[in-house]
């Protein structure tokens, strides 16, 4: 498996970027980071995933180091209903074509007004 | 679109009693739906995986006999847990995600389970 770290809690004033880390150190050239998060008491929503480019969407931007090693999530313009738990996960190998996700402990992002 | 529904959202039930929580993909036909528990504070656990016509695949540690999960359509499974007891209380998450290896998972909103 790909392990993936991320620091256990972040704060973001409202309006400013938040820049979301995570290392997976670990991951294999057909291992895809996907993101997803998590507001308190709901099911977790898909924000982005990528393999080694850059990616953009409506929701956030997803930065990925040209070693695959880490990649950095970005809120462009944060708001208060940001506030929510993020995952950063790198599906287990051999299980990419079923969609098995392992969640960690991810980051509690908190925006501040 | 993509989106997940689950019944009830929330339920309290007696002590060795049986609960039965449904999880439906409404506008798309999932081959694979995902049955996660939540504890407070921690994290969601993948409990099985579920595919279409076939038997669950339980993760470790979860008892199959326990969390019986049926995923009789494309569109409906179902994950009853038997003789709930109280260190059963949590919140239950379905997912489902459609074929092909790069799309994403899609999650219901949770079913939140009080065992009395």
């Known amino acids: 498996d790909a392990k993936t770290t991320q620091p256990p809690s972040m704060d973001c004033a409202e309006g400013r970027a938040a820049n979301l880390p995570c290392n997976h150190s670990?991951?294999?050239?057909?291992?895809?980071v996907y993101w997803y998060r998590q507001i308190h008491s709901q099911g977790p929503q898909y924000i982005i995933h990528?393999?080694?480019n850059n990616e953009t969407n409506e929701m956030a931007s997803l930065i990925i180091t040209e070693d695959r090693k880490s990649s950095t999530l970005i809120l462009p313009h944060a708001t208060l209903r940001d506030t929510a738990v993020y995952y950063c996960?790198?599906?287990?190998?051999?299980?990419?074509?079923?969609?098995?996700?392992?969640f960690g402990q991810g980051t509690t992002l908190q925006v501040k007004p | 679109g993509a989106v997940v529904s689950q019944h009830p959202s929330r339920v309290i039930c007696k002590s060795g009693t049986s609960v039965k929580i449904e999880c439906r993909s409404l506008d798309f036909q999932a081959t694979t739906m995902f049955w996660y528990r939540q504890f407070p504070k921690q994290s969601l656990m993948l409990m099985a995986t579920?595919?279409?016509?076939?038997?669950?695949?339980?993760e470790q540690g979860v008892e199959k006999d326990k969390f019986l999960i049926n995923h009789a359509s494309l569109t409906l499974s179902t994950l009853t847990v038997t003789s709930a007891h109280p260190e059963d209380s949590s919140f239950y998450i379905c997912s489902a995600t459609t074929p092909g290896p790069l799309t994403g998972q899609y999650f219901g909103p949770g079913t939140r389970l009080t065992v009395t």
């Open positions: 990528g393999l080694k």
């Open positions: 996960i790198a599906p287990p190998r051999g299980s990419s074509n079923t969609g098995k996700l392992i």
């Open positions: 579920s595919n279409e016509g076939s038997k669950a695949t339980y």
């Open positions: 670990t991951i294999s050239g057909n291992e895809y």
